[in-house]
């Protein structure tokens, strides 16, 4: 008989948590795209660029009900997707292994790796500055290759909304790769039963070009007068901003509020009703079923 108490007691208590607690904290993810299309304007020079960046923006710890009054800690991170390109004048080149190089120290993609990118973009900036051929400028391209830095400068900015009975501190989170933005949901004291709290997470992306010639390129006395023509032109080290970027979709998590369960008289009554219910069930059970005795 006591077993059966106990075990009636047990069931009480996994469903009490259960009740209490109906849906674990969660991750909840979106994938997103981040596109650029800007003219650069250098020196008179126009430099048309296209810059593509797939992302998942993913929210730790995101439950589907909380209390009033409750105070949820979560993280917001950005993970780096598959397929990120940069075009130049209509010519496509994939970053992909640049991007994943990046990591939460230097928010920077070193695009120096990728040659045939860093060629085009200094053929197009020669051939217009100095007014010749694109066969020449393409020699003269090939020829400070090594010597060349290009990179894009990142700024990643989660900005929230909530709509409902609810906070959000801060609004807008700061973050990179490995490098999560943190913040705190809470819910009004105030909430009622029932009610609903919608949380949005936008994501923003700005990006800054950054091109240089390391100090080497300048013990090359056969290339030194085109450093410092193009120098003297355009300014080296150059950067030009690609402005700031929303993603084409947005995260939104519904939160319903429970209040709690209060343990009064009644509910009391109720339980040990359910549990008596149980025993009695277990009583007849083994009435109607009784286990043989085993002889050793």
Known sequence: ?????????????????????????????????????????????????????????????????????????????????????VTVNEQTFQIGESVKRAGSEVREFDLSSVKPLVEQVLTDIIQAQLKMGKEQAQQLAAALLEYTQLSLVNQVVVKTRVDGPGSHAPRDLTLWVDAPGKGTVRIDASAKDGDTVHVTYECYWALLLKLGVSKDVYDNPALTPLITKLTQLIGLPLQKTLGEKKADGALTHTITVRAPIVLTPKLIAEILAVIAVIVVVAILLIVKFPRKPRWE
């Open 1 to 85: 008989m006591r077993r059966l108490v106990l075990a009636g007691l047990l069931t009480f208590l996994v469903v009490f948590l259960s009740i209490q607690d109906a849906w674990a904290a969660q991750t909840v993810s979106k994938g997103v795209s981040f596109k650029w299309e800007e003219t650069l304007e250098i020196a008179g020079t126009s430099l048309p660029l296209k810059v593509l960046i797939p992302a998942t923006l993913s929210i730790q710890n995101l439950p589907d009900t909380a209390e009033p009054g409750k105070e949820i800690g979560i993280q917001a991170a950005i993970t780096l997707g598959e397929g990120a390109t």
